[in-house]
T-cell receptor, first 114, second 110 residues
Framework: NAGVTQTPKFQVLKTGQSMTLQCAQD?????MSWYRQDPGMGLRLIHY???????DQGEVPNGYNVSRSTTEDFPLRLLSAAPSQTSVYFC?????????????FGPGTRLTVT | RKEVEQDPGPFNVPEGATVAFNCTYS??????FFWYRQDCRKEPKLLMS???SGNEDGRFTAQLNRASQYISLLIRDSKLSDSATYLC???????????FGGGTRLMVKP
């Protein structure tokens, strides 16, 4: 059981480049989210999805796009990378309602934009 | 004002000590509360949920005070392996979203 997987683990981009961070989960979770974590700022929600075909903006969505064509995959696209997007990105998933609301995180992608 | 606030620390304590962290939240409509643990350069993982009546899991005790809108985590008999950042997490019913505090860093010394 792989849980939540993310690729790549590390990435360096130049300003203006675009790229996609991949996220997949094999737990049949309805709810998937992308967060960024910066020192002193905690985890901030970028985008989330409550099911295939449904996405919504979180707290800091500007500069990022998402799509959810399947239950398993939730890629995050950086449209035109900026140094302010240097951060650690975590993908997470959980069941939409009920239970403990436990959120499972991927191992993170460390992104540097120069 | 941040929706979930924590003292960033670090809290430096000797092995065997008891240490307590508090977390305050601003939205009175918050429904569920959790503590997550994050090791250095790793992903966060659920430590425990926080129930209205308070709950205990081994050396860890969590308390909720809805009137004052704060959550606490008490760690007894600290171990070196408890060194980590502890994240306070709150779920609002609207949107069913989780909001994370900035975390409190704990360092347990021999």
């Amino acid at each position: 059981n792989a849980g939540v997987t993310q690729t790549p683990k590390f990435q360096v981009l130049k300003t203006g480049q675009s790229m996609t961070l991949q996220c997949a989960q094999d737990m049949n979770h309805e709810y998937m989210s992308w967060y960024r974590q910066d020192p002193g700022m905690g985890l901030r929600l970028i985008h989330y999805s409550v099911g295939a075909g449904i996405t919504d903006q979180g707290e800091v969505p500007n500069g990022y796009n998402v799509s959810r064509s399947t239950t398993e995959d939730f890629p995050l696209r950086l449209l035109s990378a900026a140094p302010s997007q240097t951060s650690v990105y975590f993908c997470a998933s959980r069941h939409r309602a009920g239970g403990t609301y436990e959120q499972y995180f991927g191992p993170g992608t460390r992104l540097t934009v120069t | 004002r941040k929706e979930v606030e924590q003292d960033p620390g670090p809290f430096n304590v000797p092995e065997g000590a008891t240490v307590a962290f508090n977390c305050t939240y601003s939205n009175s409509a918050s429904q569920s509360f959790f503590w997550y643990r994050q090791d250095c350069r790793k992903e966060p993982k659920l430590l425990m949920s926080v129930y209205s009546s308070g709950n205990e899991d081994g050396r860890f005790t969590a308390q909720l005070n809805r009137a004052s809108q704060y959550i606490s985590l008490l760690i007894r008999d600290s171990k070196l392996s408890d060194s980590a950042t502890y994240l306070c997490v709150v779920r609002r019913d609207a949107g069913n979203m989780l909001t994370f505090g900035g975390g409190t860093r704990l360092m347990v010394k021999p």
